[in-house]
């Protein structure tokens, strides 16, 4: 056990550090505070025969690409010059859309921005559309994932900056189309084909971005197909979202009376090899519980927030992490062999009238057997109000 009195607790130096003042480092190439673009550039197509120089989102998106997304549609779009600099959240802005069409999912809006690490101001919404069991794996080498409507990777931060110390979040790049929250794959199956124009459109636009950086890194391909995510059905007596050990409490009925769904009788989950893994659970009207884990060094930033005022305290004897909980988040950073590692559980409904009690009881379980999975544990945590 790591002494006290030599550094203080984990939760401790972490909730100092939080208060600094964030000061992200500038590229290597001392671009910081320059001007990469300026203005708003309007352009419009119709047989997609454009220069190459000439590609949307400076560059990133040539013909080959857009084909993939839009087919042979009249295209037209604006772009926000990139800029650079130390505290710079949004780095710039693309938006390309079918000319004559007003549906959402008509429309692609490309983003470069840095996630909040210091205030908590992206750990609820930006995962919520991004960090979901929608999305799959870019690639084992490549930090990001895709859906058929979203698509982030993130940049590496050797080259665009970022301190971990700090609380610092990651620079993503992140596509989107159609409203927040909504993929139909679950009533199509040819997900994986809508995908992957998805993956390849949003690493080559990143790999465009780097350069405009100044930075000389190279993203790799992802796949040339990006498999669907995996729908499943959970029978009596199964544990949650496939979590060895984690079940509901027994006050949750695992056999309701005939005409009732059992509770959580459906999961929707990413890969269990990623850097981030994702599980919905729900009962047919929609996902009630959400179980996260996120190994990405930089995505474990956007949720000191939450796991430092989230709620009542968490702590474990071993002093790994340190963690809070509520009704609706419980939230868990620990230290691990290979970095540190964030576990979330959300609720977003109740179920058969029971409170919302789920956070609570069931971060333990899940804490203890996600850690043994990534080979952190093992870790067992407990509740603890005491400052």
């Known amino acids: 056990m790591r002494s006290e009195g030599e550094r203080g607790p984990l939760w401790r130096r972490a909730l100092r550090a939080s208060r600094r003042r964030g000061v992200r480092t500038a590229a290597a190439t001392g671009l910081a505070g320059a001007l990469l673009g300026a203005g708003l550039t309007a352009w419009g197509t119709g047989a997609l025969d454009r220069e190459p120089e000439a590609a949307p989102c400076w560059g990133g998106l040539g013909d080959e690409t857009l084909k993939g997304l839009f087919g042979d549609a009249r ?206 659970a729900g009962d047919g009207i929609g996902p009630r519980l959400r179980l996260t884990t996120v190994t990405h060094p930089g995505l474990v930033n956007v949720f000191t927030a939450s796991a430092l005022r989230g709620g009542a305290r968490v702590t474990d004897a071993e002093d790994k992490g340190y963690g809070s909980v509520n009704a609706a988040r419980a939230a868990y950073r620990a230290e691990c062999p290979s970095g540190e590692v964030v576990f979330l559980v959300e609720q977003s409904d109740n179920v058969q009238d029971h409170p919302y009690d789920l956070t609570a009881a069931l971060l333990p379980g899940y804490v203890a057997a996600e850690a043994e999975r990534i080979r952190c544990g093992p870790l067992r945590i407990r509740f603890d109000a005491e400052d």
């Open 75 to 280: 295209l037209g779009g604006e772009e926000q010059g990139l800029m650079w600099g130390a505290r710079e959240p949004m780095l710039g802005t693309c938006r390309i859309a079918e000319q004559g069409k007003r549906l959402a999912g008509s429309r692609l809006t490309v983003r470069v921005h840095r996630l909040d690490g210091l205030r908590g101001t992206d750990a609820h919404d930006w995962p919520a559309e991004f960090l979901n069991p929608f999305m799959t794996p870019l690639g084992k080498h490549l930090p990001g994932m895709a859906s058929t409507t979203r698509a982030w990777p993130a940049l590496p931060a050797r080259c665009v900056g970022g301190d971990a110390e700090d609380r610092d979040g990651p620079l993503v790049v992140d596509l989107s189309r159609g409203p927040a929250n909504h993929d139909d794959d679950w009533a199509f199956e040819d997900g994986d084909a809508r995908r992957t124009p998805m993956g390849r459109a949003v690493v080559e636009t990143a790999t465009t971005v780097l350069r405009s950086l100044g930075c000389s890194t190279t993203l790799p391909a992802p796949p040339a197909t990006l498999g669907n995510t995996i729908e499943e059905d959970r029978a009596a007596g199964e544990p949650l979202c496939g979590v060895k050990g984690l079940h509901l409490p027994a006050s949750y009925a695992e056999k309701p009376p005939p005409g009732d769904r059992m509770p959580f009788d459906e999961h929707r989950r990413s890969g269990d090899d990623a850097l981030i893994r994702v599980c919905d």
